[in-house]
């Protein structure tokens, strides 16, 4: 008998206990990881876009329901005007490449984010171009992008308190579940494990309500190298943590 390799070992392993029902990953180190390489920061994020989709590719073979991935925060405008353009057309160029093979392989991918410092063509198109795969039932495929926690929240309070004045929700009525269901989120689990690469240990304005009994898992590896084998390891580990939210 072929022996099976690490790879097909461990994603046995996985599968054979429940998974996360929504894994979240802060993909960091790209520019790092390209200085490492004698390389421009924009070098890295292209290779970052190569290791998001080897992770995209395995949560798919192992069935798992929701991946959220932070590409673009509130906060990166912030970085120089050639990276900021860089990280805007990289993102659209690659969800247009990869859209059809996403659709077949019954992935379900949307973006998450405010669309207020987003030109109304760059809306209008992710929603186009995502819309392709709203009939999938597999992967719900989420990009954080122009994403900020603190906004997400602040959006939904004007949402809400809009509704109100309308007289189609009431203060009475509202509870915890209401705000989620207010959030860029709604209607999906919240994030049972965050990942972040880099040996960075924090959240910078990412699902900060929806993390609230999340598992975290940290690794120094740099985004542009993480593999299929440490997704799977981070889940595995994820298995064996005890979850009390708060009860003994
Ligand atoms: C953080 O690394 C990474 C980002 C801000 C961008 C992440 C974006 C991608 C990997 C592309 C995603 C593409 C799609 C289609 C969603 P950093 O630049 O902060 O690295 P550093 O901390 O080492 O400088």
């Given amino acids: 008998m072929i022996p099976m390799n690490k790879l097909e070992e461990l994603e046995k392993k996985v599968t054979a206990s429940p998974l996360p029902k929504h894994i979240a990953i802060i993909m960091d180190g790209n520019g790092r990881w390209a200085k490492m390489h004698k390389q421009k920061r924009i070098f890295g994020h292209k290779a970052g876009v190569d290791a998001l989709r080897r992770v995209v590719e395995i949560a798919g073979d192992i069935n798992l329901e929701y991946l959220t991935v932070y ?23 690659s969800l247009n490449k990869e859209i059809e093979e996403l659709r077949k392989n019954n992935v379900n991918i949307r973006f998450i984010g405010s669309e207020k410092e987003l030109s109304a063509n760059y809306n209008k198109k992710v929603i186009e171009t995502c819309k392709k795969s709203w009939d999938n039932d597999g992967l719900k495929f989420n990009i954080a992008m122009n994403y900020g ?10 949402k809400m308190h809009s509704e109100i004045e309308k007289g189609k929700l009431s203060i009475g009525e509202m509870d915890e579940d209401t705000i989620s269901n207010y959030l860029y989120t709604a209607n999906m689990p919240d994030p049972e494990l965050i ?41 595995a580990d994820f298995q064996t943590r005890e979850r009390r939210f708060g009860k003994r």
């Fill in 71 to 93: 590409a673009f925060s509130t906060e990166n405008w912030g970085r120089s005007k050639t990276e900021v353009n860089y990280l805007l057309k990289l993102i659209m160029d």
């Fill in 149 to 158: 926690s603190r906004r997400e929240i602040f959006e939904a309070f004007l």
């Fill in 195 to 235: 990942i972040r690469t880099s040996g960075e240990q924090r959240l910078s304005n990412f699902l900060i309500w929806q993390s609230a009994y999340a598992e975290f898992w940290f690794t120094n590896t740099l985004w542009p190298d993480f593999s299929k084998e440490e997704f799977l390891q981070a889940i």
